[in-house]
Nanobody, 117 residues
Framework: QVQLVESGGGAVQTGGSLRLSCRST????????MGWYRRIGGDEREPVAL?????????ARSVQGRFNVVRTDAQSENTVDLQMDNLKPEDTGVYYC?????????WGQGTQVTVSS
């Protein structure tokens, strides 16, 4: 069973930077999209930054120009990093790694990001 393992996150002040990393415990065959979602407060999870096969990326409007997603498909694993710059208090939430392969959807356990003003 493929698992997504996240690292990074933490607490920073407004304007600071954080980098989130995610790796699969084994190569995900048929991988289509990999990236990050987040949950802010009690809201539903929302897509933040995604990268599809071929390198196309999409970002939530609120993070465009501040976040950058980089995906790597290696022989034994798939990884996706999220570089977050110029962080704002409204970026505070739980960030989840996400991957889709065919009809299978994988989620990481979530990592907390806290931005203080």
């Amino acid at each position: 069973q493929v698992q997504l393992v996240e690292s990074g996150g933490g607490a920073v002040q407004t304007g600071g930077s954080l980098r989130l990393s995610c790796r699969s415990t084994e190569k995900i065959y048929g991988l289509n999209t990999m990236g990050w979602y987040r949950r802010i407060g009690g809201d539903e999870r929302e897509p933040v930054a995604l990268q599809t096969n071929g390198g196309a990326t999409s970002y939530a409007r609120s993070v465009q120009g501040r976040f950058n997603v980089v995906r790597t498909d290696a022989q034994s694993e798939n990884t996706v990093d999220l570089q977050m710059d110029n962080l704002k208090p409204e970026d505070t939430g739980v960030y989840y790694c996400y991957a889709v392969a065919g009809l299978s959807i994988y989620w990481g356990q979530g990592t907390q990001v806290t931005v203080s003003s």
